[in-house]
């Protein structure tokens, strides 16, 4: 029997943004990656190639977290559903650290302002 786990959205792949670190210890880096039903496990996890499975994304993170010092590693999940043919298990290992974090997280797409429009009224709970 399979089971589906209804998901929201999906996060990213390595973008390489560099975090405070002193001078003695190396830079550490934020690492996204995405996962949509669309993808493809044989693609980089990247926003525009992203991965099919959750599994996918998941291994991907151990790997990186083995080779690179990181900050913060997040994976984000687009809309549809996953169908998993096995439970999906996550460890210790998969948890992060004081010193990185791992999140899995819906993907929420920015929304385009269409139109606007600059209000004379005061803010609301101003005095008068």
Same mark, same amino acid.
Request: glycine share 6%; with cysteine; proline share 9%.
């Given at each position: ?13 390595? =973008? ?9 210890? !190396? !830079? ?7 996962? =949509?039903?669309? $993808?493809?496990? +044989?693609?980089? $996890? ?6 099919? +499975? &959750? ?9 990186? &977290?083995?080779?690179?010092?990181? #900050? ?6 687009? $809309? $549809? ?10 460890? !210790? ?5 004081? #010193? ?7 993907? &929420?797409? #920015?929304?385009?302002? #269409?139109?606007?429009?600059? =209000?004379?009224?005061?803010? &609301?709970? =101003? !005095?008068?």
């Amino acid at each position: 029997m399979r089971a589906h786990l209804p998901l929201v959205a999906v996060v990213l792949i390595a =973008s390489t943004a560099v975090l405070a670190a002193n001078e003695d210890e !190396p !830079p550490l880096a934020q690492a996204d990656f995405y996962v =949509s039903p669309a $993808g493809d496990d +044989t693609d980089p $996890g990247t926003f525009a190639r992203p991965f099919a +499975t &959750i599994e996918r994304a998941r291994d991907a993170v151990r790997v990186l &977290i083995a080779q690179v010092p990181v #900050a913060e590693v997040r994976v984000c999940l687009r $809309g $549809g559903v996953y169908a998993l043919d096995r439970t999906l298990e996550l460890g !210790p290992q998969d948890s992060g650290t004081p #010193a990185h974090g791992v999140t899995y997280a819906r993907y &929420i797409p #920015a929304r385009r302002c #269409a139109s606007w429009e600059r =209000s004379n009224s005061r803010p &609301i709970g =101003s !005095p008068r």
